[in-house]
């Protein structure tokens, strides 16, 4: 049975919405992860772009794991944006594909950072999000449509940073940051 469409526009869209590079995005995760959290921010993922596309965070999912600190404490996280990844050192990671029919991305993400990057400075995208949770918390963050991704330019080495801290709680920070190229 043939369903005719309202307006030439949605047949149009209809005949190319799986293979308009426009519509279909390729969908991605990758494990945050910082080894021993301190008291002062330390990345636990950054992704950042190699120049050739776009990037959407639409999903941020962290906590903590590990021995419990004896005082009930909080672990502050931190979205922030960097422009340089000159100074990061870390554990590089290929992010997972969601849909193993895509291709492999082509944004850079590093976990477990052992050598911090340089954040942009407050109105450029310095704690973009900013969020505090219990030590036996985790929290998740999931953008209500694409207007609320979190946009990555197509600009070399341009991305954000997951970080971490707390004052007492010294064990692992973990979780997953769910992506778009485009």
């Not at 992704?47 to 909080?74: I, K, N, P």
């Not at 979205?79 to 290929?94: E, H, Y």
């Not at 407050?122 to 999931?142: T, V």
């Amino acid at each position: 049975m043939n369903v005719p469409f309202k307006s030439a526009k949605a047949a149009l869209l209809a005949a190319t919405m799986f293979v308009d590079p426009m519509v279909c995005f390729a969908n991605y995760e990758a494990p945050l992860l910082q080894g021993t959290l301190t008291t002062t921010f330390k990345t636990a993922g950054a992704l950042w772009s190699t120049g050739t596309r776009r990037m959407q965070v639409y999903e941020l999912e962290f906590g903590q794991t590990g021995a419990l600190s004896s005082t009930d404490c909080q672990v502050q996280w931190d979205l922030s944006r960097f422009g340089s990844t000159a100074v990061l050192a870390g554990s590089a990671v290929v992010p997972n594909l969601l849909d193993i029919a895509d291709s492999s991305p082509l944004a850079q993400f590093l976990n477990n950072a052992t050598a911090e990057l340089t954040y942009t400075v407050a109105g450029f995208g310095l704690a973009l999000k900013s969020w505090a949770i219990n030590q036996r918390g985790s929290y998740r963050f999931r953008c209500l449509d694409d207007g609320d991704n979190i946009i990555i330019p197509a600009t070399v080495a341009t991305g954000v940073g997951m970080r971490a801290l707390s004052s007492n709680f010294t064990a692992s920070g973990v979780g997953n940051v769910s992506f778009i190229e485009r």
